[in-house]
Each structure stands twice: as structure tokens, then as C-alpha cells.
């Protein structure tokens, strides 16, 4: 093989995160996808670059041998840039240090850097060559982004919706961020510790930065559902859980509350302004309250009026997300993770299906975990149908952890 040129590019992949909201005993980009830790998945982008690119991988200090030995099993299967300069270095305490010191690490020629997380481990080759080669064309900083689909409110302290965001400026943006060397260096010297976004440092330090078209696989792995989508995109099928000798349990919940034209409506954790409110000790939304009764019968712990008394003052106006995010803590607790929940909403307002995938979102960010929602009438029938309230039914599957605590765990 002939000697390739000094590269003029520099990829410093941040690969120091714990990962806690991940659930994982193992620092996040050391999790495994599909039987392969996910530093490694992202590493492939990278190395299936157009040119060649000196490497910088920033890993824990605890994993700086396991991160050179993926970094060397990627490199003996991508020949094209075998010759490329690679190097690991110990991160710091915060991502902002992690990458200063993978600054450090940087030949002398280098002109262009793109800094990545290890979490968006799916990111194709091909949008690091784009961000290199707008950086290239314009000398300026260049992050992908994606444009942002769901319509964006403004809210108070108390949900309360302040307006509508023009979504049409915003975008979502994304990694690997590329930057001119100099323009990248100067600004990291100066930034705070606690700045999580390097564009954001290179535009109060007075340059300019763009967004060019993003890729949706850049998505970033931070909660056990994005994981479980990574491996869904990867081919790898979740093992079923009788397969691998654990028996689910199945819960099931019901609550039900009267329309109060007093109180403001929430519901499956939304704010629904202009819609009749829901009486109840709490902010009544029926949705969150049948998913809580539906996880604690599951894991054997009561129900909601045991656990959450209408005596306890702390409960008074309380929204569901408080409700929703204990009776995870307590499942949790009790050796469990959640495999699925399922709602059915029966009455005649509000309308779910313009806010469905948006309620479902929520829910599934609150519990970790796939929430699916539904909505029926009774044909004019009962005190549903009277339009005198709303009924929540609710069912829940469990998994016990097996070894370790709380976490997903669907090898296959």
C-alpha cells in the first residue's frame, strides 16, 4: 500500500458520557447495539469517509483500552482509510473539557475538525462529508440539522401556553459539527465548562455558523427507546422475554373523572386549551392515572389511591408526569422494566387524534418506554356518552430484571 498524504481533516468522536438516562451499568457509547458496542457503530461513519481523517476517540479513563481495541477492530475492516492516524485520549469531567482535550491530540496540519457524539452512533458517512465539505466551501462553522415537524409552543411555569414558535426558523440540529481548526481551537479555550454544544461556543466567540441538511439516522441514543430503535434499524428483533426463561407480568388500569368547567383540561400529560377541564384531587387526567394504576398492579404494588392518597397534600394539583415518573421510580425499584403500556381513552372530547403522536412522544419520554394510545365512544351510551366525563383503561407489561438492576436489555 502506498503512503497516504497527512490528512487535513480531524474527526474528535466524544465518547465520555455516562449515560445515565440510558439505564446502563456501562458508560453509554460502550452499551452494546445489535452485539457490537455502539463507539463502534459510530465509528464505522467516520472511517467510511471520502478522505481520509485523523481519528480522536475521548473515553472514560476507566475505558481507554476498550476503546482502542474497537477503534483497531474498525480500522482492520475499512482498508480505505487504514492509514489513517488514530488516537484515544481520557475525557474529562465535562464535555466541553472532553473535547479540549481532544483538541490537544491534533497533528499539526489539520485544518478542518468535526467534533461527533458516539450517541448518534448511526450517522452515515456520508453527512460527515458533507459537513466537511461545507466547512471547506464557506470557511465558516457548519452543523446538520433537520427541520423541526411538530408544531412548538411556548408555555409557562405552570403549562400555561404562552404562543406558537415559528417552527419555520428553528431546526433540530444534529453532529458531527465541523469547524476551520483555528476558529474551533480559539473558542473551546474560552468556553465554560458546562456548554454542551460546540456551535454554540463558536457563535459567542463571534463567528458564524450554518445548517446544512441533516440525516434522520444522526438521531442521538439517550433513553432505552431510542436504543431499542437503533436496534430495530439494524435488523436485531427483541428476544422474547419467555424466550430468554423471564415471565412478563401484565397489569391493567381504570380511572375515570367528570368534566369540571372550572379547571383547565390536561390529559395523557398535554395541556388542552379551549376543552372542558377534569375534576379530581389532582390535575384528573384520566390517561396518566390508569397508566400508574396499570403499573403498580403489574408489579404487585396496589393502586393508585393506595400509593397516591387524596389525603396527601403533595398530590393536590399535581400533573400526571409527577404521577407517571414515581410509579416508575417504583416498578423500577421492585425489579422491573417497562416492556409496553397500552391506553384506550373512551369519551366524546377531546378529540385525540390531532394530538395522539404528540401525546405519545410524552408519555414514552416520561416512562422509557413504547406508550401507544387509542380513543373510542359508547355511541351516545352511559355518562361517557352524555358527554358527562371521560374513562381511561389502561394495560401494562412488565419484565423483570434479571442480574444487575434496571435497564433494557434485549440482547438478541
Not at 497516504?4 to 456501562?26: F, H, I, K, M, W
Not at 461513519?45 to 473515553?59: S, Y
Amino acid at each position: 500500500m502506498t503512503d497516504s498524504p497527512a490528512p487535513l481533516v480531524a474527526v474528535v468522536v466524544v465518547a465520555a458520557g455516562s449515560g445515565t438516562r440510558l439505564g446502563n451499568d456501562e458508560p453509554k457509547a460502550f452499551v452494546p447495539i445489535s452485539a457490537r458496542p455502539m463507539l463502534e457503530w459510530a465509528l464505522r461513519g467516520v472511517f467510511g469517509m471520502r478522505e481520509p481523517a485523523q481519528v480522536i476517540v475521548v473515553a472514560p479513563e476507566s475505558k481507554l483500552a476498550d476503546a482502542r481495541s474497537i477503534c483497531e477492530s474498525v480500522v482492520g475492516v475499512a482498508s480505505s482509510v487504514s492509514a489513517a492516524p488514530m488516537q484515544v485520549v481520557a475525557g474529562g469531567s465535562s464535555r466541553s473539557e472532553s473535547v479540549r482535550r481532544g483538541l490537544e491530540a491534533l497533528l499539526p496540519g489539520i485544518r478542518i475538525v468535526l467534533v461527533h457524539d458516539a450517541a448518534r452512533a448511526l450517522t452515515p458517512a456520508a453527512l460527515f462529508d458533507s459537513v466537511v465539505d461545507a466547512v471547506r466551501a464557506t470557511g465558516q462553522g457548519i452543523i446538520p440539522g433537520l427541520p423541526v415537524v411538530d408544531t412548538i409552543k411556548s408555555v409557562d411555569a405552570d403549562g400555561g401556553i404562552l404562543g406558537t414558535v415559528d417552527r419555520s426558523q428553528l431546526a433540530a440540529v444534529q453532529t458531527p459539527q465541523g469547524f476551520p481548526r483555528d476558529m474551533l481551537v480559539g473558542a473551546t479555550a474560552q468556553a465554560r465548562d458546562d456548554a454542551t454544544d460546540d456551535a454554540a461556543i463558536v457563535a459567542s466567540a463571534g463567528h458564524r455558523v450554518s445548517v446544512v441538511a441533516g440525516d434522520q439516522l444522526a438521531f442521538k441514543i439517550t433513553t432505552p427507546w431510542d436504543l431499542r430503535r437503533a436496534q430495530l434499524l439494524l435488523g436485531e428483533q427483541p428476544v422474547a422475554p419467555q424466550a430468554a426463561g423471564i415471565t412478563p407480568r401484565v397489569g391493567m388500569g381504570v380511572d375515570v373523572h367528570a368534566f369540571d368547567d372550572s379547571s383547565p383540561l390536561w390529559l395523557a400529560g398535554l395541556h388542552w386549551p379551549g376543552e372542558r377541564g377534569l375534576s379530581g384531587h389532582s390535575d384528573g387526567d384520566a390517561v396518566s392515572h390508569a397508566i400508574c394504576d396499570a403499573l403498580l398492579a403489574a408489579a404487585g404494588l396496589g393502586d393508585i389511591g393506595g400509593v397516591f392518597g387524596t389525603s396527601d397534600g403533595r398530590f393536590a394539583d399535581a400533573h400526571g408526569e409527577v404521577f407517571l415518573s414515581e410509579a416508575l421510580r417504583l416498578v423500577t425499584d421492585a425489579g422491573f422494566r417497562i416492556g409496553n403500556v397500552s391506553v384506550q381513552l373512551v369519551g366524546n372530547r377531546p378529540k385525540l387524534a390531532p394530538r395522539r403522536a404528540e401525546a405519545e412522544a410524552l408519555l414514552s419520554s416520561i416512562l422509557n418506554a413504547p406508550v401507544s394510545l387509542s380513543a373510542t365512544t359508547t355511541d351516545a351510551l352511559g355518562f361517557t356518552g352524555r358527554g358527562e366525563g371521560v374513562a381511561a383503561l389502561a394495560t401494562a407489561l412488565l419484565v423483570p430484571v434479571t442480574g444487575g438492576g434496571a435497564r433494557l436489555n434485549w440482547e438478541a
